[in-house]
T-cell receptor, first 110, second 116 residues
Framework: AQRVTQPEKLLSVFKGAPVELKCNYS??????LFWYVQYSRQRLQLLLR??SRESIKGFTADLNKGETSFHLKKPFAQEEDSAMYYC????????????FGGGTRLMVKP | DAMVIQNPRYQVTQFGKPVTLSCSQT?????MYWYQQKSSQAPKLLFH???????NEADTPDNFQSRRPNTSFCFLDIRSPGLGDAAMYLC???????????????FGPGTRLTVL
């Protein structure tokens, strides 16, 4: 069975500090990994996906198959980054449906 | 320019009283999904429609049903809500289901269901 684990429910950092939101997964095969974000009073939306290998709003995430991780990183956090972040996985084993992690709430303090 | 719309945003029902949640989309996407999200938990997929084909997740209770009368609309019916069904219900859409690739899912704002 596929599973996504986000070990931190809450991460609090100061503005300008580096941020790393952890995501680990279990999946037998080649998964697709995503980060979705939900800002206050807004809907859940895609932030980035590993196959795009792009930086969105300064965030990057590298798929590490050896460690089965897909951590989300940003070198300098901004207050507007405060939100709920969900790591998600999909793969052909489950018909390309998304399995979400439990989420990490990021709070960036001024 | 709302793309995935859910009505109502807040729904209160009584224990055992059937309730219907509504989702509509202006994206003309083939796939529509319903998720249940309980407090402080991950969204959990209940079922999805690929066009008119209904696909139920194995652990979705029979109490939950869905209808998709056309491309734009999809409904979630809870036949006999229990206290444990109180949650946020999220509707999402994606363009297609292609082998080897997962399209971006676009989410609605959710309907928060309270069961008294």
């Amino acid at each position: 069975a596929q599973r996504v684990t986000q070990p931190e429910k809450l991460l609090s950092v100061f503005k300008g500090a580096p941020v790393e939101l952890k995501c680990n997964y279990s999946y037998s095969g080649s998964p697709e990994l995503f980060w979705y974000v939900q800002y206050s009073r807004q809907r859940l939306q895609l932030l980035l996906r590993h196959i795009s290998r792009e930086s969105i709003k300064g965030f990057t995430a590298d798929l590490n198959k050896g460690e089965t991780s897909f951590h989300l990183k940003k070198p300098f956090a901004q207050e507007e980054d405060s939100a709920m972040y969900y790591c998600a996985l999909s793969g052909s084993n489950a018909g390309n449906m998304l399995t979400f992690g439990g989420g990490t709430r990021l709070m960036v303090k001024p | 320019d709302a793309m995935v719309i859910q009505n109502p945003r807040y729904q209160v029902t009584q224990f055992g009283k059937p309730v219907t949640l509504s989702c509509s989309q202006t994206l003309n996407h083939n796939v529509m999904y319903w998720y249940q999200q309980k407090s402080s938990q991950a969204p959990k997929l209940l079922f999805h429609y690929y066009d008119k084909d209904f696909n139920n997740e194995a652990d979705t209770p029979d109490n939950f049903q869905s209808r998709r009368p056309n491309t734009s609309f999809c409904f979630l019916d809870i036949r006999s809500p229990g206290l444990g069904d109180a949650a946020m219900y999220l509707c999402a859409t994606s363009r297609d289901l292609l082998a080897g690739r997962t399209d971006t899912q676009y989410f609605g704002p959710g309907t928060r269901l309270t069961v008294l």
